[in-house]
């Protein structure tokens, strides 16, 4: 039988009602309690790290669950994350560049009502992460009302809806219906973890980050604020890689400001699917010209934590571009 470790961070499926509302209540022993058939599946141990609302994780209490799964990697055969929803997909990702090369089962999963609430979810997702987590394929997931996720692809799209979570630009790794396990076609063989390299823990990350949406009317101006305060800037651009550069809107200006004041740049789009193609418009050809990094069709919330990963691990933009646009667990297209 698999030894499996619960690692508890809070979120609602560990809520109950304090009287102003939810809170966070339930630690791991709590919630493994409320889901018993899961004891005749494998070893299952819980441990609680911390039990915030996860609109208050940040990245170093990410680093936190990562050390949390590092330092327990050789008791346990695989490992499930409760989680709050509204950030899980961060988390999910960072685990994917935090756990380096990592060779066993992390699964990230959470719920949309409490697990001590009538008609919640909870207690299917964590028998359907713990289920997943029992397969042994490296990698990291996010289990959510039936659908086993890659990481680096999961996005929270609806804020009420049991169906909350989608894989963006990949297809869902598996299904679970009924506790049988079905995976999609071709999906895992993105997923392969190099055997011949160590796994490792990486945990330098710096947050000088900023994300920029780009809307017709913004003031050019704001990129000359971020130019003395952050390290790296993700810009949102319109489409397929739009910057604009009218003389009284030129935000193309300011950005080639921004690369040569050493500001990482990274463009990506506003829309959820397919990614950018910075060769396709004039517009687009124009910031390519410059030393920018093309985010692809990655996530938002993977660009954003990977950035912070490259930023903190590197000091040479070229060693920093090439971190960031080679792929990692299937995080972007090739």
Do not use: W
Request: proline share 3%.
């Amino acid at each position: 039988m698999k030894k499996i470790l619960l690692i508890a961070t809070g979120g609602t499926i560990a809520c109950s009602e304090s009287g102003h509302g939810l809170s966070p209540s339930f630690d791991a022993e709590g919630l493994l309690a409320l889901v018993p058939e899961i004891k005749d599946m494998c070893d299952i141990s819980g441990m609680l790290i911390m039990n915030i609302d996860s609109t208050n994780m940040n990245p170093h209490l990410m680093i936190k669950i990562a050390e949390t799964i590092y330092a327990n990697y050789h008791d346990y055969d695989g490992f499930v994350v409760t989680h709050g929803t509204d950030t899980m997909g961060y988390t999910s990702a960072a685990l994917s560049y935090m756990l380096q090369n990592i060779k066993k089962t992390v699964v990230v999963t959470g719920s949309q009502i409490a697990i001590g609430e009538l008609y919640t979810d909870a207690k299917k997702n964590i028998s359907d992460a713990i289920r997943f987590a029992i397969e042994g394929i490296p990698g990291i997931f996010v289990a959510f009302d039936g659908k086993i996720i890659n990481g680096t692809r999961a996005k929270k799209i609806r804020t009420r809806n049991m169906n909350a979570f989608e894989s963006i630009n990949c297809a869902n790794v598996a299904e679970i219906k009924l506790g049988k396990i079905t995976f999609s076609k071709d999906v895992c063989n993105i997923l392969k973890v190099d055997a011949s390299k160590p796994f490792n823990l990486q945990t330098s990350i710096c947050t000088d980050v900023m994300v920029v949406k780009l809307f017709p009317g913004i003031k050019p101006d704001i990129l000359d604020f971020l130019k003395e305060h952050y390290k790296g800037v993700i810009i949102e651009s319109f489409g397929i890689g739009g910057i604009p550069c009218q003389e009284n809107n030129d935000i193309l200006t300011k950005v080639k400001e921004l690369i040569a004041a050493g500001v990482v740049v990274v463009i990506t789009t506003q829309c959820l699917e397919e990614g950018i193609d910075l060769g396709i418009y004039e517009v687009g050809q124009e910031i390519a010209k410059n030393a920018v990094i093309c985010a692809g069709d990655m996530n938002i919330e993977a660009s954003i934590v990977k950035l912070m990963c490259a930023l903190g691990k590197f000091k040479n933009i070229d060693d920093i571009k090439y971190y960031f646009e080679t792929p990692v667990l299937g995080d972007i297209s090739v």
